[in-house]
């Protein structure tokens, strides 16, 4: 990515968030910390934004509480190969008649394009997911949650436990995450992670959807155990020491093959 273009999201992005941390934009930009340093110290310098301590302010704050991790519309455009082929699986556990719970994300977002025109009773905190889901009709029927929301991340979010989502009783819950390791499915924000529990909640089982990306990051916030998650949907890119251990703590793995446009993805190995 070109120095300009770098600048030019590292101020649209700290404007949208008011503070952003450095951590954030390293992620975001795919860029190295020094990079990142060097560029949020020349905007600071330009009168662009404020450079604080681990991150950078707007000049002109805003006072919504913004969400930590990578905004919907960037994390749509990582490893599309890989959700795709994961949604695909996914797709596979879904019959007709049954009630689902989608969690917001990108990785389900790809789930939700195959589930249009389905007939299925569908609970999501995600105006996308809603809305593609109702793009086709006659198809499924859509509940969303009360709350706040946020439209960087595309979802609903709510500081109440009683939002809504008490008296939808889910036969599966589909569901992405920040990082998955040894501790479970993890995210870094606390209302994003505290959503998450609320829907596994009313689910009768948990399907994670985690691209091989995951399984490299992690954070202190588990959303859930391995041992509670019933299904854990990931790529070939994962190493073989990351799937023996997601395997030796969640009863069904299944590794999804990743190859070019020509060829399309099937289930490599599953336990």
């Known amino acids: 990515m070109l120095e300009r273009e770098r600048h030019r999201l590292i101020v649209k992005l700290t404007n949208e968030r008011s503070i952003i941390a450095l951590s954030d934009l390293v992620d975001m930009l795919d860029a190295s910390e020094a990079t990142i340093r060097r560029d949020i110290a020349a905007l600071d310098r330009n009168g662009e934004l404020r450079r604080v301590r ?62 249009r025109g389905r007939n299925l009773d569908v609970l999501t905190n995600s105006f996308s997911i809603a809305g593609e889901l109702l793009s086709v009709r006659p198809g499924c029927r859509v509940t969303i949650p009360s709350g706040t929301v946020y439209p960087e991340h595309n979802i609903i979010l709510s500081s109440f436990e009683h939002d809504g989502t008490e008296s939808f009783a889910g036969e599966v819950l589909f569901t992405s995450c920040y990082g998955l390791g040894r501790a479970g499915a993890t995210e870094r924000d606390p209302l994003i992670a505290r959503a998450a529990q609320k829907l596994a909640r009313r689910a009768e089982r948990i399907v994670l959807l985690a691209d091989s990306a995951k399984l490299k990051v992690r954070s202190s916030m588990v959303v859930a155990p391995l041992e509670e998650i019933d299904i854990v949907i990931t790529d070939s890119g994962a190493g073989g020491a990351e799937i023996e251990l997601l395997r030796s703590l969640c009863p069904d793995v299944r590794v999804m093959e990743v190859t070019d446009a020509a060829k399309p993805p099937g289930l490599l190995s599953a336990s």
């Open 54 to 115: 681990g991150g950078a302010e707007a000049l002109r704050p805003r006072h919504q509480h913004q969400l930590a991790g990578v905004p919907f519309a960037m994390s749509r455009d990582v490893n599309v190969a890989q959700k795709q082929a994961i949604a695909r699986e996914a797709a596979r556990l879904v019959e007709d008649g049954m009630s689902v719970i989608l969690n917001a994300g990108s990785t389900t977002f790809e789930l939700a394009r195959l589930l």
